[in-house]
Nanobody, 114 residues
Framework: QVQLVESGGGWVQTGGSLRLSCAGS????????MGWYRQAPGKQREVIAT???????NYVDSVKGRFTISRDNAKNTVYLQMNNLKPEDTAIYYC????????WGQGTQVTVSS
C-alpha cells in the first residue's frame, strides 16, 4: 500500500517562501497524477495544484503565479514551491492522487503571519 509523507511546512511572515515535499512509496507513484491539497481551520480540504505523470500542471486561481508544483519520479517525490505567501495560505497541506485514492498522510502545517 502506498504511504505518503509530507514535510517542509513551518511558520513564515507574509511574503515569505516555503518548499513542501511529499514522498511516496511504491512504483505506482511515478505513473499517478498527483495533487497538493490544503485544509484551513474550519474549512474543507481543497485541491490547489495538480501535476500529471508527464508533468502537466494546473492551479487554482488563488495560488496561480505564486505556487509551483513539480515532481521527481526517480525519487517518488512531489514538491510545492510556495512564494509570496499570504495569511490566507495558512493551512495543513497534504498530497494525494487526483482521485484521493491513497491513504492520507499526516500533512504538514503552514502558518503565515501578517
Amino acid at each position: 500500500q502506498v504511504q505518503l509523507v509530507e514535510s517542509g511546512g513551518g511558520w513564515v511572515q507574509t511574503g515569505g517562501s516555503l518548499r513542501l515535499s511529499c514522498a511516496g512509496s511504491g512504483s505506482i507513484f511515478s505513473v499517478s497524477d498527483m495533487g497538493w491539497y490544503r485544509q484551513a481551520p474550519g474549512k474543507q480540504r481543497e485541491v490547489i495544484a495538480t501535476i500529471s505523470s508527464g508533468g502537466s500542471t494546473n492551479y487554482v486561481d488563488s495560488v496561480k503565479g505564486r505556487f509551483t508544483i513539480s515532481r521527481d519520479n526517480a525519487k517518488n517525490t512531489v514538491y510545492l514551491q510556495m512564494n509570496n505567501l499570504k495569511p490566507e495560505d495558512t493551512a495543513i497541506y497534504y498530497c494525494n492522487t487526483i482521485f484521493n485514492d491513497w491513504p492520507w498522510g499526516q500533512g504538514t502545517q503552514v502558518t503565515v503571519s501578517s
